[in-house]
């Protein structure tokens, strides 16, 4: 959950649910679809990290825009191709394009699963694809609030005899004075003890931008003020602007959560009343998501509608993604038929590489993909092609540029022909160790040998599948027996 201004949304930073990381992940390169005004994949226009794919990317584009048009209802995409293919990337443009949509530019969330993840001897299949489809709903809730907001320029904690202390010469906070400076003026604030905590939680020092909420004495630390912006020559902090208009005023926090952040927030603890050691050691690896009972779900959803009709909140519809959909049984395509029915839906993209086969759960009935025929019917399939080479190269040197490592033309083309006979994947994760190896020879580029050297040290998963095949047939079946 976070809270923004309306005003310095550009500078504010995203919910921890909402957001995506700022680490270098395997689909950091990822911005967007890269499509024209016209919806086409064009060369003048930036790729947004993505390369290929064209009929794919085009026909997201499309979802993208039935989804703005509230013409999606019902439905869901599957995307359908070999491993490697750009699915899971696609699934995440699309998220993207939501995003950039959006008037607000409010992130749109992007909950990614694998659909074995449903079985776990503890949480029903069902409740964990609800919990998925709720993570994948985002609100944005804007609420008028009274708050002392500015730059702090003094924070002194006034400390006072504690009559409590046993020794009788302990100290306890009395007050807290806190200055705030805005463009238009400055005030002093004196300050119940209680707000200490807060402000220490925060790590709020002299020289940042808070807000404080009047009614609640919740504080926010919005970032370090930018007069501070030359302090440090690398710096990981926010800088932002000293805030206009007085101290105390009236402002617009916008908030964006997901519902299943509400969920979460409002589930009851279980009572700790009647409750022995034993329980309360077995309740410590349980996961909370088993409190979230069906008609907490309701309530929360009958709180958001009415926020929603009274303007207050804002449907930010995301994506769930579901990959190796083939793994989900009968039951779970059941509910999901009936979750996408449902008014609070985000985009659900599936996702398989599996062409005929049988049904999880029912293994005398095959059918394409793995998937019931009735859901097979809702979805708007997409399939995914295998790269050419130079598709293969041009997805190599954007992973080498976001991992920030040089690598010569040379070796960016043997890299993409190993791509093509074993995977892109297992070309992409050469990158890091070639560039170990490059390094080690006093060399920051990479060259054609440091990617043989790594070559050779590792199997790609096709060469290690034959190497088994061929040890299966010396030994008669038996793997590894000597
Ligand atoms: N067209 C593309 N342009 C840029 N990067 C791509 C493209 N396709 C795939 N990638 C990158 O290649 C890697 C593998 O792709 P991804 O995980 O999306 O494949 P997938 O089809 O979902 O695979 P799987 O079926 O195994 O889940 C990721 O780092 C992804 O960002």
Redesign the pocket.
């Known amino acids: 959950m976070s809270t923004t201004e309306a005003e310095s949304s550009s500078t504010s930073k995203p919910t921890s649910s909402v957001a995506a990381s700022h680490r270098i992940s395997?689909?950091t390169?990822?911005h967007g679809l890269g499509l024209n005004d016209e919806g086409e994949v064009d060369p003048g226009v930036n790729s947004c990290?993505?390369?290929?794919?064209v009929l794919a990317r085009q026909a997201c584009g499309l979802v993208v825009d039935l989804v703005a048009m509230q013409q999606l209802a019902g439905r869901a995409l599957l995307l359908v191709?070999p491993?490697?293919?750009?699915?899971?990337?696609l699934a995440m443009a699309m998220a993207q394009e939501l995003g950039r949509n959006d008037s607000q530019h409010t992130p749109h969330p992007f909950c990614p699963m694998v659909a074995s993840q449903v079985y776990s001897k503890e949480v029903k299949k069902t409740e964990v694809l609800m919990e998925h489809f709720r993570k994948a709903i985002g609100l944005r809730i804007r609420e008028e609030k009274e708050v002392y907001e500015g730059e702090v320029t003094e924070l002194t904690v006034e400390e006072t005899n504690d009559p409590l202390a046993a020794s009788g010469i302990g100290k306890t906070i009395s007050h807290v004075i806190l200055g705030l400076k805005t463009a238009k003026g400055t005030k002093t604030l004196k300050l119940d003890p209680t707000i200490y905590d807060s402000l220490a939680k925060e790590s709020v020092t002299v020289g940042d931008i808070i807000y404080i909420e009047a009614n609640s004495g919740a504080v926010k630390r919005v970032g370090r003020s930018d007069s501070f912006a030359t302090e440090f020559d690398l710096e990981a902090e926010d800088y932002v602007p000293l805030p206009k208009g007085d101290v105390h005023k009236k402002k617009q926090v916008v908030q964006d959560v997901t519902l299943h952040d509400l969920d979460a927030a409002n589930a009851q603890p279980q009572s700790s009343g009647s409750r022995d050691v034993m329980s309360v050691l077995a309740s410590m690896g349980k996961p909370k998501k088993t409190e979230i009972t069906d008609k907490l779900r309701q309530e929360i959803n009958k709180v958001v509608n009415r926020y929603m009709d009274q303007g207050v909140a804002e449907l930010v519809p995301g994506v769930l993604f579901i990959?190796e959909v083939h793994m989900l049984d009968m039951e779970c395509f059941t509910y999901l038929n009936r979750a996408l029915e449902s008014d609070l839906s985000p985009i659900v993209v599936l996702?398989t590489?599996r062409g005929v086969t049988p049904i999880r759960g029912a293994p005398e009935t095959k059918s394409p993909h793995g998937i019931p025929v009735d859901l097979l019917d809702r979805l708007l399939i997409v399939p995914?092609y295998p790269y050419e080479k130079d598709e293969m190269a041009q997805?190599l040197a954007?992973?080498a540029s976001t991992e920030q490592l040089v690598i010569d033309d040379d070796a960016l083309q043997h890299l993409a022909e190993r791509g093509v006979t074993t995977s892109?994947?297992y070309a992409?994760q050469l990158l890091t160790p070639a560039h170990i190896v490059a390094e080690t020879h006093g060399r920051s580029k990479i060259t054609v040998a440091d990617v043989q050297q790594v070559d050779d040290l590792f199997l790609d998963g096709k060469s290690s599948s034959q190497r088994l095949m061929l040890a299966a047939a010396a030994t008669g079946g038996s793997l590894y027996m000597t």
């Open positions: 395997v689909h390169h990822i990290g993505l390369t290929g794919q191709g491993p490697g293919t750009g699915k899971t990337a990959d996702a590489n995914t997805i954007i992973r892109l994947r992409v």
